[in-house]
C-alpha cells in the first residue's frame, strides 16, 4: 500500500484546487461572455426593431404628405376650376342681364335687371369669389409651395402673414433669419408641420390673444419655441389621453424620424410654451435663393 507524505498531500490538493479554481474561472468567464453577447444581440435586436418602427413611421409621414399633395391637386385641378369657370359663367351672365336684358328669351326678362336681381347676382359672385380664395388657402396649407423653393422662415412669414385679417390674435415671429441654413426637405417640412400644429392647437384650445414663434441656433442645433398667453396645458395629462393627446403624439413622431426633441413648459402664470431643438445638419451647397413677397425683417406681426 502507498502511503503519501504530508508534502505529497498538500500539493495535491494545491493542485486540485488550482485546478477547481482554473475550471471555475472558466465557468464565470463564459457565463460573462455569454451574457455579454446575449446583451449585445438583444441590443442589436432593438436597435433594428427601431430602425424599423422609424421606417415605418417615415413611410406613414411620407405617405401623408403625398395624400396632402394628391388632394392639393384635385382641389386646384378639379374645384379650382370648376369655380372658375362658374365665376366666368356669372360674369356672362351679369353682362347680359345688365347691358341687353332683351336678348333672354323668358317673357320676364325685363324684370331682371331689377335691384333684387342685381343683390342676387352680386352675392352669388361675391360667395364664388370667396370659396376660390378658401380653396387656394386649403391648397396652400396642404402643400407649401413656398417651403420648398424658399424655405422654412419665408414659409413661416407666408403662414403668418394669412393669419393677418384675424384682429383678435397676435401672432410674432423673431428669427435670426441669416444664421439659419437650409435644411432636408424632410426636415423643413417636419418642423413647418409642427408649428402648425402648435399655432392651432393654441388658437383652438388655450383661449390666447398673442401667440410668439421663435427661431434661431443654439450650439448647432436649430431651436425654434411657440409661446401663446393663453391658459396653458399639462402635456403629461394630455398625451394620457387617447384624442385629445393626438395632437401632441403627432409632434413627437415627426421629431423622432428627424432625431429631435421636445419640452413643454409654462413660460410664466399663464400661458404655455413648446421648445423644440434639432441637430443641424450638414451644410447643404448654398445658391442663391430667389426673392420672394413675404421677405419681411425679423419680427413679423400679425
Known amino acids: 500500500m502507498t502511503t503519501f507524505t504530508p508534502e505529497q498531500i498538500r500539493l495535491a490538493l494545491m493542485i486540485a484546487t488550482s485546478a477547481m479554481l482554473i475550471m471555475a474561472g472558466f465557468a464565470i468567464v463564459f457565463v460573462i461572455y455569454y451574457q455579454k453577447k446575449q446583451l449585445e444581440q438583444e441590443k ?33 385641378d378639379d374645384i379650382g ?11 356672362q351672365l351679369a353682362k347680359l342681364i345688365y347691358r341687353d336684358p332683351t336678348r333672354l328669351t323668358s317673357p320676364d326678362a325685363a324684370h331682371l335687371n331689377s335691384p333684387r ?11 364664388v369669389e370667396e370659396t376660390i380664395v378658401h380653396v387656394r388657402r386649403i391648397t396652400r396649407d396642404l402643400v407649401p409651395t ?3 423653393q424658399f424655405g422654412l422662415v419665408a414659409a413661416i412669414e407666408e403662414f403668418i402673414h394669412r393669419m393677418g385679417e384675424n384682429y383678435t390674435l397676435s401672432v410674432q415671429f423673431h428669427c435670426d433669419g441669416e444664421e439659419i441654413p437650409r435644411q432636408s426637405p424632410r426636415v423643413e417640412l417636419a418642423l413647418y ?43 403629461a395629462t394630455i398625451k394620457t389621453s387617447d384624442k385629445a393627446g393626438l395632437g401632441l403624439r403627432n409632434i413627437e413622431s415627426r421629431l423622432s424620424v428627424i432625431n429631435g426633441e421636445v419640452k413643454y413648459q409654462k413660460p410664466g ?32 406681426k400679425g
Open 193 to 235: 408641420r409642427i408649428m402648425q400644429e402648435l399655432v392651432n392647437n393654441a388658437i383652438k384650445h388655450a383661449n390666447c390673444d398673442e401667440i410668439v414663434i421663435e427661431l434661431h441656433l443654439d450650439e448647432g442645433k436649430i431651436e425654434m419655441q411657440v409661446t401663446d398667453n393663453g391658459k396653458g396645458f399639462d402635456a
Open 44 to 76: 442589436k435586436l432593438r436597435d433594428v426593431e427601431k430602425n424599423y418602427q422609424l421606417m415605418l413611421l417615415e413611410t406613414a409621414l411620407h405617405s401623408e404628405e403625398s395624400e396632402r399633395r394628391r388632394i392639393a391637386q384635385d382641389l386646384h
Open 117 to 127: 336681381a342685381e343683390l342676387t347676382l352680386n352675392k352669388a359672385h361675391s360667395l
Open 146 to 148: 413656398t417651403l420648398d
Open 269 to 300: 402664470v399663464r400661458g404655455s410654451q413648446a421648445r423644440i431643438q434639432i441637430p443641424v445638419e450638414p451644410q447643404r451647397s448654398a445658391k442663391p435663393e430667389p426673392l420672394h413677397p413675404f421677405r419681411r425683417p425679423a419680427t413679423v
Open 81 to 91: 376650376t370648376m369655380l372658375s369657370l362658374t365665376k366666368l359663367s356669372l360674369n
